[in-house]
């Protein structure tokens, strides 16, 4: 199994920067992709970003240009980098995990709040 630690929420003006890490234990050597995913009160939780082992990366359309997610591979750690933050991104932010077998892993979540 897999035991994912999330950090950096908080709370930022609109226009602002944060960075939330993603620490990642246990069999860490059955990891395939890794990403993050949002969830907004009364929305529907979405994937913000995802990054393969390889390094490939998608972004949902919403946040191009203004968030990167990294993977050092090395650390067990996946990074997303969020700046021009918006008041429509506040939401909770959930570190995700798949494995070789399909099986997902998911972190306790981290509130982020953009204020206008």
């Known amino acids: 199994q897999v035991q994912l630690v999330e950090s950096g929420g908080g709370l930022v003006q609109a226009g602002g920067s944060l960075r939330l890490s993603c620490v990642a234990s246990g069999s860490i050597f059955g990891i395939n992709d890794m990403g993050w995913y949002r969830q907004a009160p009364g929305k529907q939780r979405e994937l913000v970003a995802a990054?393969?082992?390889?390094?490939?990366?998608n972004y949902v359309d919403s946040v191009k240009g203004r968030f990167t997610i990294s993977r050092d591979n090395a650390k067990n750690t996946v990074y997303l980098q969020m700046h021009d933050l918006k008041p429509e991104d506040t939401a909770v932010y959930y570190c995700?995990?798949?494995?070789?077998?399909?099986?997902?892993?998911w972190g306790q979540g981290t509130q982020v709040t953009v204020s206008s």
């Open positions: 995700h995990a798949r494995i070789w077998s399909g099986d997902d892993y």
């Open positions: 990054c393969t082992r390889g390094g490939s990366t």
